[in-house]
């Protein structure tokens, strides 16, 4: 089981970090994706990271401003988000998958939290 949280409402420019903790298995083994998904839209890829070289692969839309760490301890995974801007607004979602190779769009991971909603006020 994935809980995701941390979303709340934030001024453009500003930060948040998401948190995605899990119980049950270790996040550690597992590939980790964070998505998003506004209103009418479908759910988009944030960034994504494997389990095995722990490269992350990002979407254009957050390359230099999302970061994403792990803490192995506390079996949680991070988002952190810099510079927002209003478009980021969403609910944001943490899926984790065990699939080889990787991937990097929302039907690859198997294990989804609940969401947590990011607002961004300009």
């Known amino acids: 089981q994935l809980q995701a949280s941390g979303g709340g409402l934030v001024e453009v420019g500003g930060s948040l970090r998401l948190s995605c903790a899990a119980s049950?298995?270790?996040?550690?083994?597992?590939?980790i994706g964070w998505f998003r998904q506004a209103p009418g839209q479908a759910r988009e890829e944030v960034l994504c990271q494997s389990s095995g070289d722990r490269r992350i692969h990002y979407s254009d839309a957050v390359k230099g401003r999302f970061a994403m760490t792990r803490d192995n301890a506390k079996n949680t995974v991070y988002l952190q988000m810099n510079g927002l801007k209003p478009e980021d607004s969403a609910v944001y979602y943490c899926?984790?998958?065990?699939?080889?190779?990787?991937?990097?769009?929302?039907?690859?991971?198997?294990?989804w939290g609940q969401g947590t909603l990011v607002t961004v006020s300009s």
């Open positions: 049950g298995f270790g996040l550690r083994y597992y590939n």
């Open positions: 899926g984790a998958s065990e699939r080889s190779p990787y991937g990097t769009t929302s039907p690859n991971y198997d294990y």
